[in-house]
C-alpha cells in the first residue's frame, strides 16, 4: 500500500483526473466506482475480483481521503497460484510493475502541483 500526501487546496477531481491519465497512459483500464475510489487493472482489460489470487498483471485500487488529503494506492493483485512453480518470482514481477506506478503518479502529481 502506498500513501501519497496531496496538497490541501487540490480537489479531489483534480486528483483523480491527474491520477487516472497516468493510469491510462501506461495501458491501464481504468473503472471509477464513485467519486474517491477507483480500480485500475493492467493491459488494458479488467482483472475481475475472482481472477485475482491467479492474475499476472497487476490491479490497483485507488481510494482518495479528501478530508486527510492523502491518495491510497493498493496492490490488488498477488499472484498466489503460482506459489509452486516460481511463485516468488511472480510477485516480484507484480510488486515491481506496481512499484513503478506509484513512482509515476508521485511524479504526475508533483508536476501539475498538486503535491
Do not use: C
Not at 23 to 36: C, G, K, N, V
Request: zero cysteines; proline letters at 3%; aromatic letters at 8%.
Amino acid at each position: 500500500m502506498a500513501r501519497i500526501d496531496f496538497r490541501p487546496d487540490a480537489t479531489v477531481e483534480q486528483v483523480m483526473r491527474t491520477v487516472r491519465e497516468t493510469f491510462q497512459s501506461r495501458d491501464y483500464l481504468w473503472e471509477q466506482t464513485d467519486a474517491e475510489n477507483a480500480v485500475a487493472s493492467e493491459g488494458g482489460k479488467p482483472v475481475r475480483t475472482a481472477a485475482l489470487p491467479v492474475s499476472q498483471r497487476v490491479r490497483v485500487s485507488i481510494t482518495i481521503n479528501a478530508k486527510k488529503h492523502k491518495l491510497t494506492l493498493t496492490l490488488e493483485s498477488i499472484g498466489a497460484a503460482y506459489s509452486a512453480a516460481g511463485g516468488g518470482w511472480f510477485y516480484i514481477q507484480l510488486a515491481s510493475r506496481y512499484r513503478k506506478m506509484v513512482k509515476a503518479v508521485r511524479e504526475d502529481l508533483a508536476a501539475a502541483a498538486l503535491r
